[in-house]
């Protein structure tokens, strides 16, 4: 049975190591920061998934104003396929929608388009926009 709840400190070494065995992590991102920026800035938006204890699934969602986003959306290797990622964007969206967020926009590394197929099921449509980005 999955329970879905908010990130706890004790989570951060099962969650690197979902994110890990989910191919989520790469050089330019150090995962433990990102918890910990995370923690500062909507914490309440940094979901887990949790089945006898242990941690199976991730997501973090934020809201600046104007659109919500979805970020580190992971699910166990093993455990795939059964819903639980859609679980996971599901209960995102409602702690969005809560907020009075009007719509999501995610990024998808170009080495990943095979999880497109995964949120077109979920009702999300390819937005014809180039992404930019700046580090900081
Ligand atoms: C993407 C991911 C979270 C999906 O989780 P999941 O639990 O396997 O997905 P679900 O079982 O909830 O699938 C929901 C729907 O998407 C479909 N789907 C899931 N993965 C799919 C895939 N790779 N190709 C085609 N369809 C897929 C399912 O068949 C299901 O369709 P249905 O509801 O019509 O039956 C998971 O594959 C994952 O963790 N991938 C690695 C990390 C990643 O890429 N994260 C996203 C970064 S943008």
Not at 30 to 45: H, S, W, Y
Not at 52 to 76: C, F, K, P, T
Not at 84 to 97: D, F, K, P, S, T
């Amino acid at each position: 049975m999955l329970t879905i709840r908010p990130y706890r400190p004790e989570d951060e070494e099962q969650v690197i190591q979902l994110w890990h065995d989910c191919c989520l992590v790469v050089p330019q991102n150090n995962p433990a920061r990102d918890i910990q920026l995370k923690l500062q800035m909507q914490p309440e938006g940094f979901l887990v998934g949790v089945i006898d204890s242990q941690i199976v699934a991730s997501v973090m969602a934020g809201y600046e104003g104007h659109r919500g986003w979805l970020n580190y959306l992971a699910v166990s290797p093993t455990l795939q396929r059964q819903s639980i990622g859609r679980q996971m964007v599901e209960a995102a969206i409602a702690h969005l929608e809560q907020m009075g967020c009007p719509k999501i926009n995610l990024q998808i590394r170009a080495s990943n388009t095979k999880v497109i197929e995964f949120y077109k099921r979920l009702g999300f449509t390819i937005d014809e926009v180039i992404s930019m980005g700046k580090r900081l």
